[in-house]
């Protein structure tokens, strides 16, 4: 059976650094593009961060850039999202996913999701 579950989530301050973790089971990450979503109340789901299954490289949406750091560890079929230097407008529910074939910011595209992990940022 295939579960992909998130853990990390949790309250920190501003300015404060927290690591998002997700575990897959039934299938391999190394093999597949893997993306990280968020979603904040009252608005849609977006794109925080790709990793290429190809290129094995990350991308970040400018709202993250130069704060959040996505990686894979093959050893342990885990992702993670490092998120530092945070801000109140990171607050949201954060969710990895993965898929086969490039990694693109097109939700639709992903085949497993894990079930979302509450990050707040406040004081």
């Known amino acids: 059976q295939v579960h992909f579950v998130e853990s990390g989530g949790g309250l920190v301050q501003p300015g404060g650094s927290l690591r998002l973790s997700c575990e897959a089971s039934?299938?391999?990450?190394?093999?597949?593009?893997l993306g990280w979503f968020r979603q904040a109340p009252g608005k849609e789901r977006e794109g925080v961060a790709l990793?290429?299954?190809?290129?094995?490289?990350?991308f970040y949406d400018d709202s993250v850039k130069g704060r959040f750091a996505m990686s894979r560890d093959n050893a342990k079929n885990m992702v993670f999202l490092q998120l530092n230097n945070v801000i109140p407008e990171d607050t949201a529910v954060y969710y990895c996913a993965a898929k086969r074939g490039l990694a693109v910011w097109r939700q639709n595209e992903y085949e497993y999701w894990g079930q979302g992990t509450q990050v707040t940022v406040s004081s």
């Open positions: 990793f290429g299954y190809y290129s094995e490289s990350t």
């Open positions: 039934g299938f391999n990450l190394e093999t597949y593009s």
